[in-house]
């Protein structure tokens, strides 16, 4: 075979071709009549012992070329690719074919390669940090929300207000008929939760227990189809009205739902949480924008065969989850109104960001010439036993060494990044 014609094109593709001497291609056409002649009938021969000359004058001589260019093809991509020292990536195709007077056979290939990309001031990336701060008003407000998790309720024998829990039963009438979805029993309504459609709690309102009354209301026009912006009459019979006996916030509170004594030691300690919160989601947020702007430095032209094997595998995920929670993927495409081709469109640019981030840090990786010493292969050979829950020397068969050293300089990189990046107060 002879390798020649080698070009790079566009968007990391190349192109070469290969040649293959006649005897080479007799051989895989021989090949081919070897593998098909016991699915040839010829009269006057068993099947299968038809001989081969027979066989291409009844069916014509190229009977069995497209046979014989897929028994060479798996050699000839080799050929190409290592005379060409290419990583290659993706589905390789064959975009020409040609079979000359001497019976010898040219394949040119096209092929994605893996990107050599650049990337031009990863280290000290400026990205906006504002402050972490938690209000006073913030601690209320959580404060709040645990008196109303220890409330107590207690029926009362007046008309609901605001805030009750009105035991109630309904049903849901539109054009004088039930639909359905519409009828509920002793269902307990908090009112001015939000709950229910907008003015339902409302007209509920100065109602007693034992009361009957009719409630009128107009669906959203963001809700289900069959409903959305159309109106409906709810018969409601309250059963009873109970009201929420909020806890005093005070000292005997704190001791109720906390480790600590006085009030004031669990305010402290509520502050201390939110802000342990807000810190985390700070630094989350952090390394999101630091990565996007790593994104952004990256130079280099991405192959569509790497985005497209990348889609592939976010919806193998995809599917993979969505059938985890009991549910048929095709089904789900169909009540989200959505095509698998749309879904496929709605991915590309995040599987294109994951792509360039991988590539970023393999290059930084590179650049920076991180030492992993033989005692961080090991440890991270035993980490890796210890989350998928295997032998060690199981572990160490499956993976080699150098794949291990490998991520463990992606990590180092990836930490070198975010480490290096400066936090600022604002965008100037």
């Not at 014609?5 to 293959?20: G, I, L, N």
């Not at 000839?76 to 690719?81: E, M, Q, V």
């Not at 890796?384 to 300089?409: C, F, N, S, W």
Request: cysteine-free.
């Amino acid at each position: 075979m002879t390798v020649k014609d080698f070009e790079k094109k566009e968007k990391s593709t190349a192109e070469f071709t290969v040649e293959t001497t006649p005897e080479e291609f007799e051989a895989a056409v021989n090949k081919a009549y070897l593998k098909n002649r016991g699915r040839i009938n010829m009269p006057g021969f068993r099947k299968g012992k038809a001989p081969r000359k027979m066989i291409e004058a009844m069916y014509g001589t190229g009977v069995f070329y497209d046979d014989a260019v897929e028994e060479i093809y798996p050699d000839a991509l080799d050929a190409g690719i290592k005379e060409n020292g290419l990583s290659v990536v993706g589905q390789p195709a064959v975009i020409d074919i040609k079979i000359g007077e001497d019976k010898s056979l040219t394949l040119k290939f096209r092929v994605a390669v893996y990107p050599e990309i650049k990337v031009e001031g990863y280290k000290g990336i400026e990205v906006p940090k504002p402050p972490v701060t938690v209000s006073d008003a913030e601690v209320d407000r959580e404060l709040q929300r645990v008196r109303e998790q220890n409330a107590r309720v207690e029926t009362v024998e007046r008309p609901a207000k605001s805030g009750d829990i009105a035991t109630i039963d309904f049903v849901g009438y539109m054009n004088g008929e039930p639909f359905e979805g519409g009828a509920g029993e002793d269902y307990d309504l908090e009112l001015g939760s939000g709950t229910f459609i907008p003015g339902f709690e409302d007209q509920l309102i100065g109602k007693s227990a034992g009361e009957e009354t009719e409630v009128n209301v107009t669906f959203p026009e963001a809700y289900a189809p069959e409903l959305a912006g159309k109106p409906a009459v709810f018969k409601v019979t309250v059963k009873n009205v109970k009201e929420k006996l909020l806890p005093e916030l005070d000292d005997e509170l704190a001791k109720d739902v906390s480790e600590f004594d006085t009030l004031d030691e669990y305010k402290a300690s509520l502050k201390a949480e939110l802000t342990e919160k807000r810190v985390k989601a700070a630094d989350e947020d952090f390394r999101n924008i630091v990565l996007s702007r790593l994104v952004d430095k990256v130079e280099g032209e991405i192959p569509d065969a790497m985005i497209d094997d990348q889609v592939q595998n976010m919806i193998d995920n995809f599917k993979y989850n969505i059938r985890a929670q009991g549910m048929d993927y095709e089904q789900y495409l169909k009540m989200m109104g959505m095509e698998e081709s749309g879904l496929r469109t709605e991915l590309r640019p995040t599987a294109e960001k994951e792509i360039k981030a991988d590539l970023a840090f393999e290059y930084i990786a590179k650049e920076e010439k991180f030492e992993i010493s033989d005692e961080k292969v090991e440890a991270e050979y035993q980490r890796l036993a210890d989350e998928y829950g295997m032998k060690l020397e199981d572990i160490k068969r499956a993976v080699l060494p150098d794949a291990v050293k490998t991520g463990l300089q992606i990590d180092a990189a990836k930490e070198f990044v975010y480490g290096s990046a400066v936090g600022t107060e604002s965008e100037n």
